[in-house]
């Protein structure tokens, strides 16, 4: 933990983060191609990521290329908003430039709920006025990101450290949040692993990453040009993680009450090359004994048919 991380030490509740120095000195990442511990490929230069990164960082308009994290950003702060309580402290794991943050708003105004023409809980608000992360730690690899993250409303402390190796104490966060970051990582479910640990009990994690399906165009054109001129072909392009495999990986990390969304995005306007962005949303909570528990099967006492009855009901109720 260097740099950025020392004056947040001074402070008094963050200095309750940190993890026993036996697990806060973890070994430096492996050179790309070698196994971890637990027997994963090594694909990623973690060390030339991180030149990579704080290089990206630096540069002059960064807005001209980050328009796609700001998107997924601002939709992963929405999956914060849809969850109607406060969290003390939140963890952005892979915080690049504040990615989330910058969407994080104190104070959400959440309005009455309509369906149709008929008012729901008309008698009351559906929703006040809340306030939904407190304290936000910024957590990234490259200190040149969060020395040039974006401002936010909500306090910050910005750390650097790897996503495979957080250096905090078990049950310290409400809710971990990541974007568009987990796809670099060697070992995605010692990461998950590593996100479930810090996460209290009751705790969410909330995170989007980049899917199979993503820059498939350039990964064609780019078999097709070299077996023609070569022959035979290698991978330009980062592996992505299967949706099939996702969700097995956070349930083997020990989160529940998953959800898995697929969105594609393209870019294809005024002649520019297409590009598909597949996205995966992933939501899966800590275990703790309050959450409610499905129901046994066969106890249901509504049909699945009765759902297109639903809007005649309503109206026949306003009137």
Request: charged share 25%; net charge positive.
């Amino acid at each position: 933990m260097r740099g950025l991380a020392r004056p947040a030490l001074r402070a008094r509740w963050c200095r309750l983060l940190w993890v026993l120095p036996a697990r806060a000195a973890a070994s430096p990442p492996p050179a790309p191609g070698a196994l971890s511990s637990s027997g994963a490929l090594k694909p990623f230069d973690r060390r030339l990521k991180r030149k990579q990164k704080n290089w990206a960082a630096l540069q002059a308009e960064p807005a001209k290329c980050d328009y796609l994290r700001e998107e997924v950003g601002g939709r992963i702060a929405d999956r914060v908003f849809d969850i109607s309580r406060t969290f003390p402290l939140a963890l952005d794991v892979g915080s690049g430039r504040g990615y989330i943050a910058q969407h994080l708003t104190k104070l959400v105004v959440k309005e009455k709920c309509y369906y149709g023409d008929f008012e729901a809980n008309s008698s009351l608000p559906f929703m006040n006025h809340t306030e939904t992360v407190e304290k936000l730690i910024q957590v990234d690899i490259a200190e040149n990101a969060l020395k040039n993250a974006v401002e936010s409303e909500i306090p910050t402390v910005k750390v650097v450290a790897d996503e495979e190796f957080l250096p905090f104490k078990e049950n310290t966060f409400d809710l971990v949040v990541s974007s568009l970051s987990l796809h670099w990582v060697n070992d995605l479910p010692k990461a998950f692993k590593e996100i479930h640990q810090v996460l209290k009990p009751d705790g969410v994690f909330i995170g989007a990453m980049f899917g199979g399906d993503t820059l498939y165009e350039l990964r064609c054109s780019l078999q097709l040009a070299e077996l023609e001129r070569e022959g035979g072909f290698s991978p330009h392009v980062s592996p992505f993680t299967a949706v099939a495999d996702l969700g097995h990986l956070l349930s083997r990390a020990g989160f529940n009450t998953l959800t898995v969304v697929i969105i594609k995005m393209y870019g294809n306007s005024d002649g520019s090359v297409p590009a598909t962005f597949q996205i995966y949303y992933m939501i899966g909570w800590k275990y703790h004994e309050s959450q409610a528990k499905p129901a046994q099967r066969g106890s249901a006492t509504v049909s699945f048919g009765d759902l297109a009855k639903i809007e005649g009901l309503l109206k026949k109720g306003k009137k």
